[in-house]
């Protein structure tokens, strides 16, 4: 008995092992393309986007002294500095549509959005006199195209503007207590987030006002954003509206793209934890076999160990040309042939197929089909457990250990 549990320690360790080194693989093939397909992506779809809050400015000038030092003595100077004054902008009414559509590189699926935006900003000149006003509007990343792009002032579109280092500031002349709107409007493209921010730091934001529609389901606030005042489901997925009246806030307003199952970190993930699908299932065939009196070789243990890894080796390079679900249906049916095929000879088709079989289904396919379930993995792997041991518990409750 001692002998023959060594022999299967043996067998689980050398399985073990092997399963450790195909995770490995897989996590570097995955981290290895992702930062390799990552860039490409990006290039082709542009990078995460953060449209900042336009500013609006007037510039005075105020005397300043320089000290300097002129034939051996010092001379001071007085001169003039350029400094800007802020103003909160009166009123902000945002209009954003995401169109999200997942594209697979490799090994893994990119989360790449489509956006329309319009933002209508109203401006007023609250200085008192009359003023030569600036706009600046900041573009929401360096790398993305923006097609249709229109800046418009009161209605009339302003073509002579040339972006100066991913921004365009435009001067407006306001007399004094004058109202104006400035829109801009652009289609552009994105990855993984889009964010709005209401300025760099704590800011003073009146009448602002944010609608934005997704075309999908799974709506996440990233982490330092702030949930919607009201949402609304639509047809195709959410229409979202921030509104605020006199906010004095550095809140920024995101989107989370929902993120499609990698099949590269999935089957890395079921690989690291197969050796405990393993162990169970080692564990009640060892239990079987001894109270029913069964003898089965270890090199019996040892092939069928084989057609386990054979499930994982085989999903590692299946979800390469394939759908994740169709690979691991394909890769379940193998494994399970191998095993009760084999099986079948050394101890016939019942137990084979009924004990050896249905153990197979339930410690190696439904085990590794709890990772599907992301974030409830862990509570249907427990509980499975707890019924597999009430189960093990309740077939050997009058086992008379000692004579076995």
Same mark, same amino acid.
């Given at each position: 008995?001692?002998?023959?549990?060594?022999?299967?320690?043996?067998?689980?360790?050398?399985?073990?092992?092997?399963?450790?080194?195909?995770?490995?693989?897989?996590?570097?093939?995955?981290?290895?393309?992702?930062?390799?397909?990552?860039?490409?992506?990006?290039?082709?779809?542009?990078?995460?986007?953060?449209?900042?809050?336009?500013?609006?400015?007037?510039?005075?000038?105020?005397?300043?002294?320089?000290?300097?030092?002129?034939?051996?003595?010092?001379?001071?100077?007085?001169?003039?500095?350029?400094?800007?004054?802020?103003?909160?902008?009166?009123?902000?009414?945002?209009?954003?549509?995401?169109?999200?559509?997942?594209?697979?590189?490799?090994?893994?699926?990119?989360?790449?959005?489509?956006?329309?935006?319009?933002?209508?900003?109203?401006?007023?000149?609250?200085?008192?006199?009359?003023?030569?006003?600036?706009?600046?509007?900041?573009?929401?990343?360096?790398?993305?195209?923006?097609?249709?792009?229109?800046?418009?002032?009161?209605?009339?579109?302003?073509?002579?503007?040339?972006?100066?280092?991913?921004?365009?500031?435009?001067?407006?002349?306001?007399?004094?207590?004058?109202?104006?709107?400035?829109?801009?409007?652009?289609?552009?493209?994105?990855?993984?987030?889009?964010?709005?921010?209401?300025?760099?730091?704590?800011?003073?934001?009146?009448?602002?006002?944010?609608?934005?529609?997704?075309?999908?389901?799974?709506?996440?606030?990233?982490?330092?954003?702030?949930?919607?005042?009201?949402?609304?489901?639509?047809?195709?997925?959410?229409?979202?509206?921030?509104?605020?009246?006199?906010?004095?806030?550095?809140?920024?307003?995101?989107?989370?793209?929902?993120?499609?199952?990698?099949?590269?970190?999935? #089957?890395?993930? @079921?690989? %690291?934890?197969?050796?405990?699908?393993?162990?169970? /299932?080692?564990? *009640?065939?060892?239990? +079987?076999?001894?109270?029913?009196?069964?003898?089965?070789?270890?090199?019996?243990?040892?092939?069928?160990?084989?057609?386990?890894?054979?499930?994982?080796?085989?999903?590692?390079?299946?979800?390469?040309?394939?759908?994740?679900?169709?690979?691991?249906?394909?890769?379940?049916?193998?494994?399970?042939?191998?095993?009760?095929?084999?099986?079948?000879?050394?101890?016939?088709?019942?137990?084979?197929?009924?004990?050896?079989?249905?153990?197979?289904? #339930?410690?190696? @396919?439904? %085990?590794?089909?709890?990772?599907?379930?992301?974030? /409830?993995?862990? *509570?249907?792997?427990? +509980?499975?457990?707890?019924?597999?041991?009430?189960?093990?518990?309740?077939?050997?409750?009058?086992?008379?250990?000692?004579?076995?």
């Amino acid at each position: 008995m001692i002998k023959r549990i060594s022999i299967l320690v043996g067998i689980f360790a050398f399985a073990t092992i092997a399963w450790m080194i195909l995770a490995g693989v897989m996590t570097a093939r995955t981290s290895q393309q992702d930062r390799k397909l990552r860039h490409s992506v990006g290039k082709l779809w542009g990078t995460p986007q953060t449209q900042m809050a336009p500013e609006l400015y007037y510039k005075t000038k105020i005397p300043i002294e320089e000290s300097e030092i002129r034939e051996g003595k010092t001379v001071t100077i007085k001169k003039s500095k350029s400094v800007r004054n802020g103003l909160p902008l009166t009123a902000s009414d945002v209009n954003v549509g995401i169109r999200l559509k997942h594209r697979k590189k490799g090994l893994l699926w990119y989360s790449t959005y489509r956006v329309q935006f319009k933002g209508a900003y109203t401006i007023q000149n609250t200085t008192g006199e009359d003023r030569d006003m600036w706009f600046r509007y900041k573009f929401p990343s360096r790398t993305a195209l923006y097609d249709n792009f229109r800046f418009e002032v009161d209605g009339q579109e302003v073509k002579d503007i040339e972006p100066t280092a991913q921004e365009i500031t435009h001067p407006i002349f306001m007399k004094a207590g004058e109202k104006r709107t400035v829109s801009v409007s652009y289609n552009s493209q994105g990855l993984d987030q889009w964010w709005y921010k209401l300025g760099e730091s704590v800011s003073r934001v009146r009448n602002f006002k944010l609608k934005l529609t997704t075309n999908f389901d799974d709506i996440n606030f990233p982490e330092n954003s702030v949930s919607p005042t009201s949402k609304t489901k639509t047809s195709i997925g959410w229409r979202l509206n921030w509104n605020y009246e006199n906010l004095i806030s550095d809140v920024q307003l995101g989107m989370e793209m929902p993120q499609k199952l990698n099949p590269g970190p999935f #089957v890395a993930k @079921v690989t %690291f934890f197969a050796p405990i699908s393993l162990f169970f /299932f080692l564990f *009640l065939m060892f239990i +079987i076999t001894t109270v029913r009196g069964i003898k089965i070789h270890p090199m019996n243990y040892f092939f069928i160990v084989s057609a386990f890894f054979s499930f994982h080796l085989l999903l590692s390079y299946l979800v390469d040309h394939i759908s994740v679900h169709a690979a691991f249906t394909i890769c379940s049916l193998v494994s399970i042939f191998l095993v009760i095929s084999y099986m079948r000879l050394v101890v016939g088709l019942k137990f084979a197929f009924i004990e050896i079989g249905i153990s197979q289904l #339930v410690f190696l @396919v439904l %085990f590794s089909y709890c990772f599907f379930f992301e974030g /409830f993995t862990g *509570l249907v792997i427990t +509980i499975a457990l707890i019924i597999t041991l009430f189960t093990v518990m309740q077939f050997t409750g009058r086992v008379k250990w000692e004579e076995m």
